[in-house]
């Protein structure tokens, strides 16, 4: 990965976005790709849009969801401690003892989420179920007039951003969900540009959106799809890795950081656009995994394929490794090859291509 490519993930994870507060990471997404893009543009819900060649008559819109899960402050106590609950898909098992920071107003106002230590635990208390409404967030201050001072109801909370490279290959961060979608659909978009430099004209429009609210509800992809109706769309997320202990490649498939991503079969996918996407990998040696998704999935794809009268979708899974905690990991090879695969089999695309299934 070069430097440049390389600095556009590093800012997109060290930018706090939880859900319904992405406007920051969408101003690092417009500084990137904007002079690479023909036009772009911000939606009144917040997703950011980016086109390249506008005059095609294929629409092919790219979703990467910039947003990231997080927790909001719900009470602040006389001592000072702060209360919170969660924004997306929190679990309460990892939460106790991180490091977090609050997104206030005036900026980031750093804390410790506090929990009973075993020490002081009866017997009936070891072992329980974690549960968020028993955890806090400690700042450091003297009672509760002192906090409110530095934090507000409402403000937004992330697990302290940062990111911490493993081996010659791998990052590990928070929020790998789903910045590195983000990161490889705006790629995408500067390959396919630079491919087309040379040409008169080419059939496909490209929209790479950055949507916002995926983790809950898809709510970005869904808005940004009727607005762009496009004909074709390819939604990036992350997928769950098996090459580790805490997974089982039986139940979800052999998944394995740096052998590409995943390009799933199933209900939620147009049968011949996979078969175009996987044609390319093989004619461009690029590395993909087969993978499986039998009913809709939990991802922007399912919003895209639903839009007005549907649209022709597939799906692209970063393998990651520990989904939804504050260390997920990735292999930077999966996000280039993932770019790639995606820049040919658009620019390979035509008006006269079809995806209606035979």
Request: net charge positive.
């Amino acid at each position: 990965m070069n430097k440049q490519s390389r600095k556009f993930l590093y800012d997109l994870l060290l930018t706090p976005s939880p859900s319904g507060f992405e406007a920051p990471i969408q101003r690092v997404v417009k500084s990137y790709i904007n002079k690479y893009a023909d036009n772009v543009r911000l939606d009144v819900h917040g997703n950011f849009i980016a086109c390249a060649n506008p005059k095609g008559t294929v629409r092919v819109m790219l979703a990467g969801h910039c947003d990231q899960i997080g927790m909001m402050i719900t009470h602040i106590d006389d001592r000072g401690f702060i209360y919170f609950n969660q924004i997306g898909g929190i679990d309460p098992s990892v939460v106790p003892g991180s490091y977090v920071q609050i997104h206030t107003a005036r900026g980031v106002v750093e804390g410790v989420i506090g929990y009973k230590p075993v020490h002081l635990m009866t017997a009936e208390e070891r072992g329980k179920k974690t549960e968020l409404k028993k955890l806090w967030i400690d700042i450091g201050v003297a009672d509760g007039k002192e906090a409110n001072k530095y934090v507000s109801i409402g403000d937004p909370v992330t697990y302290k951003l940062g990111v911490q490279e493993l081996g010659e290959n791998r990052i590990g961060a928070p929020a790998c969900d789903d910045k590195v979608g983000v990161f490889v659909v705006m790629e995408s978009l500067r390959m396919f540009s630079e491919m087309i430099s040379k040409r008169r004209r080419h059939d496909v429009a490209l929209y790479a959106v950055s949507t916002v609210q995926e983790e809950i509800g898809q709510r970005g992809a869904r808005t940004s799809c009727f607005g762009l109706d496009p004909h074709i769309g390819i939604a990036v997320d992350v997928s769950h890795a098996s090459d580790n202990p805490g997974a089982e490649a039986r139940e979800i498939g052999s998944v394995k950081l740096g052998s590409g991503p995943t390009v799933p079969r199933g209900a939620n996918f147009n049968h011949l656009l996979v078969k175009h996407i996987t044609e390319t990998a093989k004619n461009k040696r690029i590395k993909y995994q087969p993978h499986f998704a039998p009913n809709g999935t939990g991802t922007d794809a399912n919003a895209i394929q639903i839009s007005r009268s549907g649209v022709a979708t597939a799906l692209l899974g970063i393998p990651n490794r520990y989904m939804h905690t504050q260390v997920e990991l990735v292999d930077l090879r999966d996000l280039e090859y993932a770019a790639r695969l995606i820049a040919f089999s658009v620019f390979d695309l035509s008006a006269h291509k079809r995806f209606i299934p035979s």
